[in-house]
């Protein structure tokens, strides 16, 4: 050792160095053997649920990475790479770990495929991966993780685990907890794949204790909707994706803050039947519990009347697939579209309700004495039958000639064709030998004959101008078009002046000539049956010949039965320009 001493006092700072390395060995980070894995969830996961797969590359760096086949799984995000690096009881290590999330399909074994790294001097392959795909639970009960997990949960559930088509459910996000919950965040909600969905506002948030499995859990709702099945059979409800903020017990919660755990629901099945056959005629399309009033304007009126039916109706069912009552009326008696007075849709703690005012317009023909009776007709799913609701009394209209009566345009088929005009040969037969004698009747005959002789050389001109032999009748039609045109477009002008009345009045005669026109029949003589009838046998399409109709029963309405309406007029002209630009596309 003294030697030793004495060696250090001639060496320098170098050789002082690696003496004490030499002396005092120590422990160099050793580097493993590079490892590639996969990993899954290893309990069944439920029908529609999300869940997570990864692939850790260790000890060594990927220069590329080649993803799995899934095989039937859908992948929602990914790949997502994270990289760490360090030391461990004086060894290093290097992951690499790629993550996806995926949701599973139907019910099932997948089979994940083998996934790749490169390194560069070698290829390495990880394990393929087994996922057991579980049915959705039935929607009305809650399904607790089973293992500590439990402490904590949330739930998708429906009210009922069997549905009519179009019957109101409720569906629920519920909370489960153990534990001291500050707040929450909804991350994502399931799809609702064949059903209407309303969001609802008001449904109660307070806790409430339920027991499951012998373990007492704070309850609360997060969220409500009402769902309407659109179409019967299994459908499924997905899954939904909640964020809740866990407290600390004793004084970490003040000093750390809440943790953020995110939670998913399992997702639900519903069985939906369709409604039972044979479906009523008069059926709305309403599945709920409906009620309604009718009241009529007049039980006595003359044939210039209108009578003014109201009806207002509630109900819990779909809106959108309500249709309005339709009324079978008596031969005599006219109804039209009814107009929605007014309409509402609201929450009652319980469900949406929707309702609705019309007023339906009924014009008398004819004289008499006339009896009908309303009817709703709706499906009730708590007793599984169509019901229908009728007035308590017949409606009874006793209607009176007016004075205008029987001078209505009489139908098409009931108009006597005109008789022929009466011959003048027979008159003038017996003149003529008394004319032969005369110069001025072999004057005027050659004049007539020079006449006609003019006449049809004129003819034949646009023949030798090439010009179409019908290009004169043509061109009749074409003015005959046009001044009925400059009818309807100066019927614009009378929107300014707001007298709804002569709008409409001069909007059905226009309309009428215009049609007249174009079907070559006489504007006095055309009904809307008969144009109906006219315009199908040209191939006109349905749609633009409904828009004439119901612009020709809109404008009836206004000068007949007093339903002008100021602040319809320009939408009223504005349909029926389209319908004539329609009409004329059609007829070209």
Known sequence: MRQLLQKRKNTGPAAVLALVFFLCPV?????????????????????????????TLKNTVAKRFIPPDFKGLRVLTGPSELRSAGFVNGKS????????????????????????????AQTLRAQPLVVRVGKARPGRMPSPPSGPADQLFISGELDRATAW??????????????????????????????????ERRRFDTRTQYQTIRGKRYAVRILYELSLYPQQAG??????????????????????LGSIPVV???????????????????????????????????????????????????????????????RFDLPGGLEGFEPRTVEQEEYETGESFVHTRTLEYVILPRRPGVY?????????????????????????RLRVAPGPTYGQQTAPLDTIAAPPPAPSAISLVWNKVPGWLGAPWFWGTLAGVALIWAAAFLYRLRPAAS???????????????????????????KLIQQGDARV?????????????????????????????????????????????????????????????AAVAGMHATWEEAETALQELDAALK
């Open 27 to 55: 422990a160099l980070p050793a580097q493993e053997a590079p490892v590639f894995e996969s990993s899954g969830p290893t309990r069944e996961v439920p029908e529609g649920s999300r869940f997570e797969v990864a692939f």
């Open 93 to 120: 290590y290097n992951h690499q770990t790629w993550t996806y999330e995926l949701e599973a399909g139907a019910p099932g074994s997948y089979t994940i495929g083998s996934a790749a790294v490169q390194t560069g």
């Open 165 to 198: 088509q179009g019957q109101q459910l409720r569906f629920q996000i519920k909370l489960y907890t153990q534990a001291s919950v500050s707040d929450y965040d909804i991350l994502d909600l399931p799809a609702f794949e064949g059903f209407f969905s309303q």
């Open 234 to 255: 299994d459908l499924r409800i997905g899954a939904a994706r909640v964020r809740v903020g866990v407290e600390q017990p004793g004084s970490l919660s003040a000093l």
């Open 263 to 325: 939670l998913q629901t399992q997702p639900v099945q519903l069985k939906v039947k369709p409604l039972p056959e044979p479906v009523p005629k008069a059926f709305t399309g309403g599945v709920g519990v409906y009620k309604w009033r009718v009241t009529a304007d007049k039980d006595t009126l003359s044939t210039d009347d209108a009578l003014a039916l109201t009806v207002a109706l509630e109900g819990n069912g779909d809106a959108r697939s309500f249709a309005h009552p």
């Open 371 to 395: 009896t009908f009776t309303p009817e709703l007709v709706y499906f009730d799913p708590d007793s599984n039958k169509y019901r229908s609701l009728q007035t308590e009394q017949p409606v």
């Open 466 to 492: 090439g010009a179409p032999a019908a290009a004169i009748d043509d061109r009749r039609v074409k003015l005959s078009l046009k001044s009925m045109r400059t009818r309807f477009l100066g019927v614009q």
């Open 503 to 563: 709008l409409y009045h001069e909007l059905l005669k226009a309309l009428q000539g215009y049609v007249a026109v174009r079907l070559g029949a006489e504007p006095f003589i055309l009904t809307k049956e008969y144009m109906e009838e006219q315009l199908t046998e040209r191939r006109v399409p349905a749609a633009t010949t409904g828009k004439i109709t119901r612009v020709w029963q809109k404008c009836e309405q206004a000068v007949f039965a007093g339903q």
